[in-house]
């Protein structure tokens, strides 16, 4: 994208390699989003801002949640006025859609959201409606985009499992059987969809959902994602018990700083129907699973293979 069209800086938190970047003239901006004064001047010279940044595990507390997505949003969007950004893109959730599904008709960008006491989820609704006011007050456009489970080399989706897995003596559990759609998305093909939100002017002031049409259970990717290291899914709870354990412990443990061995949000996550209707950036942008399930478990094969922390 640098080569044809944009000169691109990126922001990086942790202290990781950032050389591939640099050798494809991509500047990297170090820092702490949740700190204001680290992000003086982030936006200097950018037309277009593209904000991906959040608290994406499934634990903290609610001031950490709200400190990572609305606060540090509010920040970057303070320095994109300042620097006279013309489009701002945010990065939300799927997951703030949980609702029945009427009829089997999957819900669109249409409908209302309601919290519900998720602190991943309010925030990212709190912050997606502060973008859309600073939009209207300070007149640049806007565009949200709500991907499903992003997986790929480094994804939390890949990491996390293999990582409970390994330390943890519960393992890794199927929520109902992991029946459900995983509703997954390679970080590739929402790479391409953020692409053309950039890219096509129909995109600005709109909001978009964008989720493969893999039909990849819970349990079929967890079954293959485990058996790369030697593991299967140790059981299956069931969400009408194991949910409001997990709210219990959640109210119990975090505030003190301890992670519970499962979060209301990811007993959400896997054991709802989380299906969306995504005609709509197909339509109006053109955008497809370009990468096909089988395609994206090879490079998630092929990463996890390079990692000794998650090896037997």
Same mark, same amino acid.
């Given at each position: 994208?640098?080569?044809?069209? @944009?000169?691109?800086?990126?922001?990086?938190?942790?202290?990781?390699? $950032?050389?591939?970047?640099?050798?494809?003239?991509?500047? =990297?901006?170090?820092? *702490? =989003? %949740?700190?204001?004064?680290?992000?003086?001047?982030?936006?200097?010279? %950018?037309?277009?801002?593209?904000?991906?940044?959040?608290?994406?595990?499934?634990?903290?507390?609610?001031?950490?949640?709200?400190?990572?997505?609305?606060?540090?949003?509010?920040?970057?969007?303070?320095?994109?006025?300042?620097?006279?950004?013309?489009?701002?893109?945010?990065? +939300?959730?799927?997951?703030?859609?949980?609702?029945?599904?009427?009829?089997?008709?999957?819900?669109?960008?249409?409908?209302?959201?309601?919290?519900?006491?998720?602190?991943?989820?309010?925030?990212?609704?709190?912050?997606?409606?502060?973008?859309?006011?600073?939009?209207?007050?300070?007149?640049?456009?806007?565009?949200?985009?709500?991907?499903?489970?992003?997986?790929?080399?480094? +994804?939390?989706?890949?990491?996390?499992?293999?990582?409970? $897995?390994?330390?943890?003596? &519960?393992?890794?559990?199927?929520?109902?059987?992991?029946?459900?759609?995983?509703?997954? =998305?390679?970080?590739?093909? &929402?790479?391409?969809?953020?692409?053309?939100?950039?890219?096509?002017?129909?995109?600005?002031?709109?909001?978009?959902?964008?989720?493969?049409?893999?039909?990849?259970?819970?349990?079929?990717?967890?079954?293959?994602?485990?058996? &790369?290291?030697?593991?299967?899914?140790?059981? +299956?709870?069931?969400?009408? =018990?194991?949910?409001?354990?997990?709210?219990?412990?959640?109210?119990?443990?975090?505030?003190?700083?301890?992670? !519970? !061995? @499962?979060?209301?949000? #990811?007993?959400?996550?896997?054991?709802?129907?989380?299906?969306?209707?995504?005609?709509?950036?197909?339509?109006?942008?053109?955008?497809?699973?370009?990468?096909?399930?089988?395609?994206? @478990?090879?490079? $998630?094969?092929?990463?996890?293979? #390079?990692?000794? *922390?998650?090896? !037997?």
């Amino acid at each position: 994208m640098n080569e044809n069209l @944009f000169d691109i800086r990126g922001h990086c938190f942790s202290a990781k390699d $950032i050389s591939f970047f640099e050798q494809n003239n991509i500047e =990297i901006f170090r820092a *702490d =989003i %949740c700190k204001k004064e680290q992000l003086v001047d982030i936006c200097s010279g %950018c037309s277009i801002v593209v904000h991906s940044a959040a608290r994406v595990i499934d634990f903290g507390t609610k001031a950490q949640f709200y400190e990572a997505h609305v606060d540090a949003t509010k920040y970057i969007l303070d320095e994109a006025i300042k620097s006279g950004v013309k489009h701002f893109i945010y990065i +939300s959730s799927f997951g703030l859609l949980l609702i029945s599904r009427k009829n089997g008709v999957l819900p669109n960008e249409d409908i209302p959201l309601v919290k519900s006491g998720v602190h991943y989820d309010d925030a990212k609704i709190v912050a997606e409606e502060m973008v859309k006011s600073y939009a209207q007050k300070h007149g640049f456009d806007y565009s949200i985009i709500r991907p499903a489970a992003v997986v790929g080399p480094e +994804s939390v989706w890949v990491r996390e499992p293999l990582l409970r $897995i390994k330390k943890s003596a &519960l393992g890794v559990a199927l929520i109902d059987n992991g029946k459900w759609d995983a509703c997954l =998305i390679d970080a590739a093909n &929402l790479a391409d969809g953020i692409y053309k939100t950039i890219a096509m002017p129909v995109a600005r002031n709109q909001t978009y959902f964008l989720m493969d049409d893999w039909g990849i259970t819970w349990k079929q990717y967890l079954t293959d994602l485990l058996y &790369l290291v030697g593991k299967v899914p140790t059981l +299956s709870l069931p969400k009408s =018990i194991v949910l409001p354990l997990a709210k219990l412990l959640d109210k119990l443990l975090v505030p003190f700083g301890k992670k !519970p !061995p @499962f979060s209301p949000k #990811s007993i959400l996550a896997t054991g709802s129907d989380r299906r969306v209707d995504t005609s709509k950036a197909r339509k109006e942008l053109g955008w497809k699973s370009a990468i096909g399930y089988k395609d994206s @478990f090879a490079k $998630i094969k092929d990463w996890v293979q #390079s990692q000794p *922390d998650l090896l !037997p």
